[in-house]
């Protein structure tokens, strides 16, 4: 009943750094400003949050809470439609809620790498991706490396919003003799029960061999292979490692790291067998061979448009390739948007916008069809 009233509001499940935001469907009578401030008593939120509402534009409103609201919890919001806009009494008043994210983590490993392609110095990260935006003194706090029973300080990046922690355990000196790196701690200061546990050995000084074999799917395909020492460049890697079933391997070097990329997409498990003779940068050869499986996981279902931009039909007809990734078939809509509804349509979004928001204003769907991908046989799906 209130959608000839309200367009859109916060809802589902959203980040506690979040505004609580309310687009009214028709614009109202009056003229704000951007900014300019509402009137206390608009949004009542329960449990009580401190905060101030303002006019984004003239048809969205925003609360915005002075404090974090707190995580995993359910929070009950009156809006006071009546006190913006004219409207009957029985919806005089909008009631909405929404819930806030649960705190949780999980941690990636990037294994050890030569520094600057060095013998003796190398470095090891990783990377603490959180599911809300997180104090980056609350996740420093979550974990701690010691190698050979001394402390060492971690170097810290945190980037998408507070979501992505990176770590880096830097300058780490290879001995004589093999050193374990311990990095430990919990989600204690996040509020999730959950514990950190990883222990790897630094390879001694002199001691050429493979410590890591991983698939990696993005953004790009390939298996990944770390050596404990840099891998001379002027050496040809064709038949020193191999992918079972696989061939025409490409082959790239960077210090201490190979990447092995396949011709196709690869999918599920694959061998990759490493032989003795691969050089490090002082010529000395790798004496033991090794044999791994690696598994590649198979793409998520997706479909996209390739490039960017309108798309004008020639000769009467118009073509518009998309690719699909493990899909039997994709819906297609094509939604009209109706010449008087161009400025308001512009005002959510651009010519050139890679996605449309608000259609529903604006535009009616004209088209709808269901187009078959597995009626040829001969068709990979997957790829």
């Known amino acids: 009943a209130f959608e000839q009233y309200i367009e859109a509001y916060t ?22 400003a951007s900014e300019e401030p509402l009137a206390d008593g608009i949004f009542s939120v329960s449990p009580s949050i401190a ?3 303002y006019w984004v534009d003239a048809r969205t409103i925003e609360f915005r ?37 649960k705190p949780s983590f999980s941690v990636d490993y990037n294994g050890f790498v030569s520094i600057d392609n060095s013998l003796e110095w190398m470095r090891y990260s990783g990377v603490i991706s959180t599911a809300d935006g997180e104090d980056p003194e609350k996740v420093e706090q979550m974990i701690a490396a010691e190698l050979g029973g001394r402390k060492i300080a971690l170097k810290w990046t945190h980037e998408n919003d507070l979501r992505t922690h990176k770590f880096v355990v830097d300058s780490l000196h290879r001995s004589s003799s093999a050193q374990q790196l311990i ?26 061999k493979v410590l890591e074999v991983r698939a990696v799917n993005e953004p790009d395909q390939y298996i990944l292979i770390q050596f404990s020492d840099p891998v001379s460049i002027s050496q040809d890697l064709e038949g020193l490692i191999a992918v079972e079933q696989v061939s025409d391997l490409r082959f790239t ?25 691969i050089k490090n940068i002082v010529e000395k050869e ?69 996605s449309s928001y608000n259609l529903r204003r604006v535009g009616k769907p004209v088209v709808q069809k269901t187009i078959r991908l597995d009626v040829d046989k001969g068709v990979l799906l997957q790829k």
């Open 253 to 277: 070097i960077t210090g201490s790291e190979v990447k092995v990329y396949a011709p196709d997409h690869l999918n599920e498990n694959y061998t990759v067998r490493i032989a003795p003779g």
């Open 286 to 354: 790798l004496h033991t061979p090794l044999s791994a499986t690696v598994f590649f996981e198979n793409r998520y279902p997706s479909v996209e448009i390739p490039g960017k931009g309108a798309i004008l039909p020639t000769g009467g007809k118009l073509v518009m390739p998309f690719y699909a990734t493990n899909l039997t078939a994709v819906d297609v809509t094509i939604i009209k948007i109706y010449e008087n509804n161009i400025p308001q349509y512009l005002q959510d979004n651009n010519l050139n916008s890679e």
């Open 51 to 53: 905060g101030k509402a």
């Open 11 to 32: 809802t589902g499940v959203v980040s506690r750094q979040c505004p609580i935001r309310i687009q009214l469907a028709v614009q109202t009578e009056t003229l704000h």
């Open 183 to 208: 990095i430990s701690g919990s989600g204690q200061s996040l509020n999730v029960d959950k514990k950190i546990d990883k222990r790897v050995d630094l390879p001694a000084v002199g001691d050429f």
């Open 65 to 101: 809470p002075e404090e974090t609201m707190k995580a995993d919890q359910l929070y009950e919001v009156k809006f006071k439609l009546g006190k913006v806009t004219e409207v009957p009494d029985q919806f005089s008043t909008f009631e909405f809620n929404f819930n806030t994210l």
